[in-house]
């Protein structure tokens, strides 16, 4: 079983330096390190209406299967936790 923190990942705290906060979405060019080899890949942002309205939350769009994610996985290939099988560990403790 693999488990998040095992992964690197993708965040969204370095796109704030790339993107104007009012940008809605967006598709990022992006190198990443897979198997040793560095290789580009295209990778959509997309954001949702804050309750309250005026701020927006920023999502990556997984590239796999087009849902919305806080972090993509460098696993194989850049995807979601629920595209890569991955687990928090979190729920596994008792």
Known sequence: M????????????????ILPADQADAVLRIDV???DK?????????TTSLPG????????VCPRCGRRAGH???????????????SYSSEFDR
């Open 72 to 86: 993509l996985y460098l696993a194989d290939d850049i995807s979601c936790r629920r595209c890569t099988g991955l």
């Open 53 to 60: 309205g005026g701020r927006r939350r920023r999502w990556w």
């Open 38 to 46: 560095t290789q580009q890949r295209q990778v959509a942002l997309t």
């Open 2 to 17: 693999r488990f998040t923190e095992d992964i690197p990942r993708l965040g969204l705290e370095e796109v704030g330096a």
């Open 33 to 35: 390190e897979i198997d």
